[in-house]
């Protein structure tokens, strides 16, 4: 069975549409359902932008009966806004109810036209492996070799998992306390590849981002997640994103990089582990969030420094 897409998306209709459109390129779309879950405005204004994505989204699905682009759409309009967190954890247990895998995207996502077709046989390669936790679509890394490559660090942009994995292991946590309960120091550093990484930050947010808790279930379990060593999806929306901005004129992110557009080769490896001159390459690559700065970002970055420490 080919696994269902679940698209998560809020006020952004050019963003939607460009994420729609790359996912109909792919090779397995009409062989793949599509739960999109559209969340609530929280103003007249965003309501606004809320509807202009649901009026393309009923477009959309009014098409598909007629070209059968894709297997079949399914619209779940959220009659209020329950934020990003809600609606992605509440989505996947909905789609849970009747699959055993999930595609996650979100609206800003782009994909390679072999996408889904990595990310499903994926997901057969390694059905009964179950330390292997997690499917990325990105990675921050661009290797020449191996193809793909395990690592306890998830990304969240164009993944996947089993409904096994997510059920035992998935908790969203209410405080940091709770989330780092049985850690130790030594565990803190790991996961934040000794300071270069600092996702723990994030526990400090309200609600606590879905992304970190997975991070820290996937670490716990010992989990590992199987990643291209060339990114199949690229994230369109870093500048004006829930979680993410950026500013072209001050910075770039290093690893803002086009999908690739061949198959990416999978094979089976019985007894997967991560690789450490891998994990050394990434926390590279992290360092500063993948933020690199223009010349003017490095002085403005300078100035705010200097004055923060005042």
Known sequence: MTAPVALFVYNRADNTRKTVEHLLANTLAKDTELYVFSDGGKDEASWKKVNE????????KEENEQTKALKHITIIERPENIYLERNIIEGIAQVFENHDRIIVLEDDICTSP???QYMNEAFDLYRDIPQVMHVA???NLDLRTPPFYFTPHMSGW?????RDRWQRHFVHYNTREEALQGMTEEDLSAIQYGGVFPCLKSLYKHPIPWDICWEIAIYKAGGLCLTPSHTLVRNIG???????RTFSLLQRYEYDRPPIQTPLPLTRI???QKDLQIEQLFAQAITDWGIR???????IRFIYKKLLHK
């Open 238 to 244: 870093l500048k004006n994103g829930t979680h993410f």
């Open 270 to 272: 019985e007894h997967p």
């Open 137 to 139: 679509g990105f990675t």
């Open 53 to 60: 994505v649901r009026q393309y989204l009923h477009r959309l």
């Open 293 to 299: 700065y223009t010349f003017i970002g490095k002085i």
């Open 158 to 162: 164009g993944w996947g998992t089993w």
């Open 114 to 116: 072999y996408y889904l």
